[in-house]
C-alpha cells in the first residue's frame, strides 16, 4: 500500500525557514516523481514544485510563487522527499501536500495528508 | 497568466446527473485531470487523460474534453459524492502546472 507521511510543519514568522519532510513506503521511490501541492485555509490547490527522479536527472521545477525561496530535494536511500522554505510570507501559510505520480506518468495520483504551515508573527 | 476556471458550485439531488466545467485555452493540446477532495480530507485523483479512470474509482464519474473545455460528469450522484472537485492542467508550453478554483458539490 502506498504511504506518503508529512511532517515538520508548525508556527513561523515571516522571513523565517522551515523544512518539511513526505516519508515515502509501500512502492520503489525511486522510481517516481514526486510533487509538493499546497492548500490555504479554505482556497483551493497550488502545485508547488516537483521533483524527478534519478532517470530524470532528479530536475527540479517550481511555481513562480515560490521559485527562488523553495528548494525541492529527494533522497531515495531514505525514500524521503523535503521541501526547504525560506523567507517565508503570511502567504505561504497552508497545508502542504506531498504526491506521487500514478504509474509513473500522471499527476498526483497518490497524496499524503498534509502538513499544516502558519506564518504569523 | 494561465488559468483553468471552474463554476464555484454545482447542486444536484440524489440520483441525478452531475457536470463540473473547467475551460482553458490549452485544454485542446493538453490533458485535464480530475481529482476529488471531501471535506477534511487529501484530495484523490478521480479521472486522468481527459477521460480516464483510475481503479477503484466508481463507474458512475465519467469525463470528456472537448476544445477549451473538459467536463467531469457524475451519473447517478450520491451523497458521498458531495465534494469539492479540481480540473488540473498545464499551460500550452507544460511549464505552468495550474489547478483550476474548484466547485463545490452538493448533493441533497
Known amino acids: 500500500e502506498v504511504q506518503l507521511v508529512e511532517s515538520g510543519g508548525g508556527l513561523v514568522q515571516p522571513g523565517g525557514s522551515v523544512r518539511l519532510s513526505c516519508a515515502a513506503s509501500?512502492?520503489?521511490?525511486?522510481?517516481?516523481?514526486m510533487d509538493w501541492v499546497r492548500q490555504a485555509p479554505g482556497k483551493g490547490l497550488e502545485w508547488v514544485g516537483r521533483?524527478?527522479?534519478?532517470?530524470?536527472?532528479?530536475?527540479?521545477e517550481y511555481a513562480a510563487s515560490v521559485k527562488g525561496r523553495f528548494t525541492i530535494s529527494r533522497d531515495d536511500s531514505k525514500n524521503s522527499l523535503y521541501l526547504q522554505m525560506n523567507s517565508l510570507k503570511t502567504e505561504d501559510t497552508a497545508v502542504y501536500f506531498c504526491?506521487?505520480?500514478?504509474?509513473?506518468?500522471?499527476?498526483?495520483?497518490?497524496w499524503g495528508q498534509g502538513t499544516l504551515v502558519t506564518v504569523s508573527s | 497568466s494561465y488559468e483553468l476556471t471552474q463554476p464555484p458550485s454545482v447542486s444536484v439531488s440524489p440520483g441525478q446527473t452531475a457536470r463540473i466545467t473547467c475551460s482553458g485555452d490549452?485544454?485542446?493540446?493538453?490533458?485535464a485531470y480530475w481529482y476529488q477532495q471531501k471535506s477534511g480530507q487529501a484530495p484523490v485523483l478521480v479521472i486522468y487523460?481527459?477521460?480516464k479512470r483510475p481503479s477503484g474509482i466508481p463507474e458512475r464519474f465519467s469525463a470528456s474534453s472537448s476544445g477549451t473545455m473538459a467536463t467531469l460528469t457524475i451519473s447517478g450522484a450520491q451523497v458521498e459524492d458531495e465534494a469539492a472537485y479540481y480540473c488540473?492542467?498545464?499551460?500550452?508550453?507544460?511549464?505552468?502546472?495550474?489547478f483550476g478554483g474548484g466547485t463545490k458539490l452538493t448533493v441533497l
Open positions: 504526491a506521487r505520480d500514478l504509474n509513473g506518468s500522471y499527476p498526483f495520483g497518490y
Open positions: 490549452a485544454l485542446p493540446k493538453k490533458y
Open positions: 509501500g512502492f520503489i521511490f525511486s522510481d517516481h516523481y
Open positions: 488540473y492542467s498545464t499551460d500550452s508550453s507544460g511549464n505552468h502546472r495550474i
Open positions: 521533483s524527478r527522479k534519478k532517470a530524470n536527472s532528479y530536475t527540479t
Open positions: 487523460e481527459d477521460s
